[in-house]
């Protein structure tokens, strides 16, 4: 099922009047991947979703959905897209299930077929009970999870959600995570977020935007290791000399933090963790802790960001 | 069909919320007492003007001039229906719903168009049936009568596509009524101390809609109508497109 190429993005560009909010995009989405849009506010995230789900038209630039061009055939490539924009687009008059079957018909379910539509996206957004339900009278969580079952109710190969997690409480970020990572099993995902932890946890890769150019884009995954080498944070009762740590094989360098804690840098690979917990054995130093520890993707996105303007 | 489910979706939401319902018994109660003024007035004259011969019926002197008051009231009724169209959701966040669906600017503007002039339709037929209960008393001229209910329905056409326009154009919902009324106001009374066969009666609502109430259906009128409602819906579907690029 995956590696089919459902979203490709090609020297996308697009100005408001004089204003360019987005230009040089290039990005493509396959079957089963999630990526994940990161960016400061106002770095164009939004705008590139509008553009690739077809509400905006590009200044510049191709996309393509599961093959069909957004402008040349835009029918054919938005029946193959569930897209949630940054506002869940509700009727707040109607209830939950009259909603869900509008948007299954503008998608052309009809009977038997639409029951069934509406009936599977409400499962997976934990709506059964809530059918009867007006939306103006649901929380802003529920709001949300409407908004999310309207965007995947029509099984669409690609899924566009635009900060799908703002505004919920915690079980309910970690209910939609899940559903995200479901749906990343055999659609191509598309979310865009500035909750960093949440591109960690569900992200395949990501590109991150600053002012409308994407500053990086790689496996979420290559992030966490990236800057060369990985660090090792390790703490001992008894401690041994730091010099004796720097010896050991395929140490880099030692940073000591007192109490009997020391950081070390080594050049990636899983050998050292487990030769430290035989040396510390051996010398009986006593270890307590050794966790990994990897440059997360916080300091990645602190320094492609902030980087220009202290520049 | 894609412009049926959105002008679907659309009358239901007109009456989900009181806007729908309100709209038409104020509407009802309006027309109902210009046609007892009507009506009394009428019975007042009838013993004169059953003196003259060749005098002007019930049908000239009541039902005429009500059509003529319901034209106006869908000039005031109409922009608060048509507002919502696409202005509306626009102001909701419902708008993308819309657009990332796969359906074209036109069954979007076809859809928004049925919807108002279906209510529209509704309107004129629950102030027309008023007339009709003449038919217990009198005897009324039915080919007139429903010469001006086809004029009303070209009317109302040709009122919702401009509202849909305005409502295309203008961001704001409140706005776009207010632009729509005052456009249609203008067109209505552009005949006003006008020659016939001036350019400004020719633009002239109101000045079309007559001949229809006198029981004359002139394909000048007809067409008249049907230019304006098509080109509002083309220049709706055309914005629609343009405002993707904006």
């Known amino acids: 099922m995956s590696g089919e190429r459902l979203v490709e993005v090609t020297g996308l560009r697009r100005d408001y009047g004089a204003r360019c909010a987005v230009r040089d995009l290039d990005f493509h989405v396959d079957r089963g991947e999630v990526l994940g849009l990161l960016g400061p506010n106002g770095a164009g995230k939004s705008t590139t979703l509008q553009v690739v789900s077809g509400c905006?038209?590009?200044?510049?630039?191709?996309?393509?959905?599961?093959?069909?061009?957004?402008?040349?055939?835009?029918?054919?490539?938005?029946?193959?897209?569930?897209?949630?924009?940054?506002?869940?687009?509700?009727?707040?008059?109607?209830?939950?299930?009259?909603?869900?079957?509008?948007?299954?018909?503008?998608?052309g379910l009809r009977g038997a077929r639409l029951r069934a539509a509406r009936e599977r996206a409400k499962a997976r957004c934990g709506l059964i009970a809530d059918g009867r339900r007006l939306i103006a009278q649901l929380s802003k969580?529920?709001?949300?999870?409407?908004?999310?079952?309207?965007?995947?109710?029509?099984?669409?190969?690609?899924?566009?959600?635009?900060?799908?997690?703002?505004?919920?409480?915690?079980?309910?970020?970690?209910?939609?995570?899940?559903?995200?990572?479901?749906?990343?099993?055999?659609?191509?995902?598309?979310?865009?977020?500035?909750?960093?932890p949440e591109v960690e946890a569900v992200c395949d890769r990501v590109l991150i935007l600053h002012r409308g150019r994407a500053v990086y884009s790689d496996r979420v995954t290559a992030a966490g290791d990236g800057g060369g080498g990985a660090e090792l944070e390790c703490a001992f009762s008894t401690p041994p000399d730091a010099a004796v740590l720097a010896a050991l094989d395929g140490v880099e360098a030692v940073e000591p933090l007192g109490e009997g804690r020391f950081v070390l840098r080594h050049g990636g690979g899983h050998g050292l963790a487990e030769a430290l917990a035989a040396a510390s054995v051996e010398g009986g130093w006593g270890l307590m802790e050794l966790r990994p520890r990897r440059r997360s993707l916080e300091q990645l996105f602190v320094e492609l960001t902030c980087r220009e303007e202290l520049a | 069909?894609?412009?049926?489910?959105?002008?679907?979706?659309?009358?239901?939401?007109?009456?989900?919320?009181?806007?729908?319902?309100?709209?038409?018994?104020?509407?009802?109660?309006?027309?109902?007492?210009?046609?007892?003024?009507?009506?009394?007035?009428?019975?007042?004259?009838?013993?004169?003007?059953?003196?003259?011969?060749?005098?002007?019926?019930?049908?000239?002197?009541?039902?005429?001039?009500?059509?003529?008051?319901?034209?106006?009231?869908?000039?005031?009724?109409?922009p608060l229906v048509s507002m919502r169209a696409i202005s509306g959701e626009r102001q909701a966040g419902t708008l993308p719903l819309l657009l990332a669906a796969p359906l074209g600017a036109g069954e979007l503007v076809l859809g928004k168009f049925l919807a108002a002039f279906a209510f529209g339709l509704l309107l004129i037929g629950l102030l027309g049936l008023m007339p009709l209960a003449l038919l217990t008393g009198?005897?009324?001229?039915?080919?007139?009568?429903?010469?001006?209910?086809?004029?009303?329905?070209?009317?109302?056409?040709?009122?919702?596509?401009?509202?849909?326009?305005?409502?295309?154009?203008?961001?704001?919902?409140?706005?776009?009524?207010?632009?729509?009324?005052?456009?249609?106001?203008?067109?209505?009374?552009?005949?006003?101390?006008?020659?016939?066969?001036?350019?400004?009666?020719?633009?002239?609502?109101?000045?079309?809609?007559?001949?229809?109430?006198?029981?004359?259906?002139?394909?000048?009128?007809?067409?008249?109508?049907?230019?304006?409602?098509?080109?509002?819906?083309?220049?709706?579907?055309?914005?629609?497109?343009?405002?993707?690029?904006?």
């Not at chain 2, 009456?15 to 109660?29: C, H, M, N, R, Y």
């Not at chain 2, 209910?149 to 109302?156: F, H, K, R």
């Not at chain 2, 509202?163 to 961001?171: K, N, P, V």
């Open chain 1, 56 to 107: 905006l038209a590009p200044s510049a630039g191709r996309v393509t959905l599961a093959g069909h061009d957004v402008n040349d055939s835009p029918r054919r490539a938005k029946a193959a897209l569930g897209y949630l924009p940054e506002q869940p687009p509700l009727y707040r008059g109607l209830t939950v299930d009259e909603y869900l079957d509008f948007c299954a018909r503008l998608h």
């Open chain 2, 1 to 78: 069909m894609s412009a049926l489910v959105v002008a679907g979706r659309e009358l239901r939401g007109l009456f989900v919320t009181p806007f729908g319902w309100i709209a038409l018994a104020v509407a009802q109660f309006v027309a109902a007492w210009l046609f007892l003024v009507q009506v009394e007035g009428f019975v007042k004259l009838q013993a004169r003007l059953a003196a003259v011969p060749g005098a002007p019926g019930v049908t000239d002197l009541v039902v005429a001039p009500l059509l003529a008051q319901i034209g106006v009231l869908l000039l005031v009724v109409m």
């Open chain 2, 138 to 246: 009198t005897t009324l001229d039915l080919g007139k009568f429903l010469a001006g209910l086809l004029g009303l329905t070209l009317l109302l056409a040709a009122v919702a596509a401009v509202g849909l326009l305005l409502s295309a154009l203008i961001h704001q919902p409140a706005a776009a009524a207010a632009g729509t009324f005052g456009l249609l106001l203008l067109l209505w009374v552009a005949d006003a101390g006008a020659p016939a066969g001036s350019a400004l009666a020719w633009i002239s609502l109101s000045h079309h809609l007559q001949p229809f109430l006198r029981g004359l259906v002139d394909t000048a009128d007809i067409g008249y109508y049907l230019i304006v409602t098509v080109t509002c819906l083309l220049l709706s579907a055309r914005r629609l497109e343009g405002g993707r690029r904006g």
């Open chain 1, 141 to 196: 969580g529920y709001q949300q999870r409407v908004g999310i079952a309207q965007a995947i109710l029509h099984d669409p190969p690609v899924v566009i959600l635009d900060e799908p997690t703002v505004g919920l409480d915690p079980n309910q970020i970690r209910e939609i995570r899940a559903l995200v990572d479901d749906l990343g099993d055999d659609h191509a995902v598309i979310l865009s977020t500035h909750i960093l």
